[in-house]
């Protein structure tokens, strides 16, 4: 067996690997959309200047979603449509926990009941851990939450009334 070929519905059926990849496609969609909103809120010409992009590179995703929040916040008086950012803001932050309770636990599945399950860990003041069946919908859910978020951040930094935001370096 060549190392590439790996099982069928393994290690969880196929239907939830398909989910899963779909939301890993579309959170590096929001990952980049967010990278762009700092380069052009932080008033670069590129769509993706490479300054913005050495600033950014090594922060974590939650630190590159509070400087777009800060540029927002800041830039309000200047572009008038920017304070409709807080409900952006909030999605991009339900998208991440989403995701993220698919892409940092196990998704498995359970050859004694044949259910697809994920566990996951949590140690805040006490130690508590769960196992719970894995439904496609969940994923399917997490990815639509993922896929909004990232049309929100798009419409707040390209509408027509942001077009100053996008043209600043001309």
């Known amino acids: 067996m060549n190392r590439h070929d790996l099982p069928d519905d393994w290690p969880a059926p196929n239907d939830v690997l398909l989910e899963l ?4 496609a579309l959170w590096g969609v ?3 959309g967010v990278e762009i909103a700092i380069s052009k809120l932080a008033g670069y010409e590129a769509i993706l200047d490479y300054r913005a992009t050495i600033m950014v590179a090594h922060s974590s995703f939650r630190q590159k979603v509070d400087i777009v929040e800060t540029f927002c916040e800041q830039l309000c008086p200047e572009f008038e ?5 807080p ?5 991009i932050k339900q998208a991440q926990r989403a995701r993220n309770k698919f892409a ?3 998704v498995l599945m359970n050859e004694e009941t044949g259910n697809c399950t994920i566990s996951y860990a949590s140690a805040r003041g006490k130690l508590k851990t769960v196992v719970e069946t894995v439904h496609i919908n969940d994923i399917k859910e997490a990815a639509a939450k993922t896929h909004e978020a990232s049309l929100a951040l798009h419409g707040l930094i390209t509408k027509q009334q942001y ?3 996008w043209d600043r370096g001309a």
């Open 21 to 24: 990849g779909r939301l890993t």
């Open 30 to 32: 929001l990952e980049t």
């Open 81 to 85: 449509n920017l304070k409709e950012y």
């Open 87 to 91: 409900p952006v803001i909030s999605l």
């Open 104 to 106: 940092h636990n196990g």
């Open 163 to 165: 077009a100053p935001i």
